[in-house]
């Protein structure tokens, strides 16, 4: 007979360091990515000049769960607040590599 294995979810206590707890505002975002990680540059861009305040790196598998959850939560944010209008960025940057 084949062993039955129950998965069940734990319950993550996530601590936020003191310097975290007030977030980074970012208006502009970079997304670049090599064969093994997604780099996502969260900047704040006031002219003229630009600031990088967060660097994240992900797996492509990772980068894949953060659209599913976006794509989630927009939809459920609109079915509350009305439809997101989206606006088209200023200028893309002509300076991004993608391996």
Do not use: C, W
Not at 15 to 36: C, D, K, L, S
Not at 61 to 74: G, Y
Not at 79 to 96: L, Q
Request: hydrophobic fraction near 40%; charged fraction near 20%; charge should be negative.
């Amino acid at each position: 007979m084949g062993e039955s294995t129950d998965i069940t979810e734990q319950e993550l206590q996530i601590q936020v360091a003191p310097e975290v707890q007030g977030g980074r505002y970012a208006n502009q975002m970079i997304v670049t990515h090599t064969q093994e990680e997604f780099i996502l540059d969260f900047i704040l861009a006031s002219h003229p000049v630009a600031v990088l305040n967060s660097r994240v790196l992900v797996s492509p598998s990772h980068a894949k769960r953060i659209i599913s959850v976006l794509q989630d939560n927009i939809a459920r944010y609109e079915s509350i607040f009305g439809e997101i209008k989206s606006i088209a960025p200023a200028s893309k940057p002509d300076h991004i590599i993608a391996n």
